[in-house]
């Protein structure tokens, strides 16, 4: 597919979309990825407010930076791969939306305040401290992992759909065991609520 054809889609459905759209980058699930220049271009569409990239690409997140904060500084760039949660911040990007964060939203909300802060030493061991919980519930687990973490933390995470499977009970207790590491970093408060 090309980038011609990506701007022209996102175009299309900005015009038609009566609220504002985020680009979503995410090709190691579709296949596709979009440019840099192309979210710069795209970034100059009054109806387009921001991307979520979760390709974990930090250098391409910081071209996305670099062009689409040149042509509108409103434009969001958020990172959605919470491997590069810090890294990406510390690139420019402005927050993140996050399945790891759905599992432990404290933790997150408390390596962005550390990065606010200006407290990097702690921001960088709470990044090391996600890091195992979201490959977890992402790479390694999937949507089944996800769900699993949700349950595990008191969220209701639900029951996955065919033809996806729920993981096993070993795997189930190894998300046990990174959701208390997690909370672990959290300097004696939860990093689950």
């Known amino acids: 597919m090309s ?27 579709t296949g596709v990825a979009i440019a840099p220049e192309t979210v710069a271009r795209l970034s100059e569409h009054p109806n387009i407010c921001g991307i979520k990239d979760s390709s974990g690409d930090v250098v391409n997140l910081s071209e996305m930076l670099r062009l689409a ?23 420019g990007a402005c927050g993140a939306i996050l399945a790891a964060g759905c599992a432990v939203p404290r933790l997150c909300v408390q390596i962005f305040e550390a990065f606010r802060a200006e407290d990097h030493a702690r921001a960088l061991e709470l990044q090391k401290r996600l890091a195992p919980i979201a490959r977890a519930v992402t790479t390694r687990y999937g949507i089944g992992g996800l769900k699993a973490a949700l349950d595990l933390a008191g969220y209701g995470g639900g029951a996955v759909r065919a033809p996806l499977r729920a993981p096993g009970e070993e795997a189930r207790a190894e998300i046990a065991r ?4 997690a909370a672990g970093a959290a300097a004696g408060r939860s990093a689950l609520t």
């Not at 054809?5 to 090709?27: G, M, Q, W």
């Not at 040149?70 to 890294?87: K, N, Q, S």
């Not at 990174?178 to 590491?181: G, H």
Request: include cysteine; charged fraction near 15%; glycine fraction near 8%.
């Open 69 to 91: 904060g040149g042509c509108r500084e409103d434009f969001a760039v958020l990172t959605g791969h919470a491997g590069v949660f810090y890294a990406s911040l510390c690139a």
């Open 178 to 181: 990174l959701l208390e590491e």
């Open 3 to 29: 980038q011609e054809a990506l701007a022209d889609h996102f175009a299309a459905v900005a015009d038609a979309s009566p609220v504002p759209v985020v680009l979503y980058n995410i090709p190691q699930n």
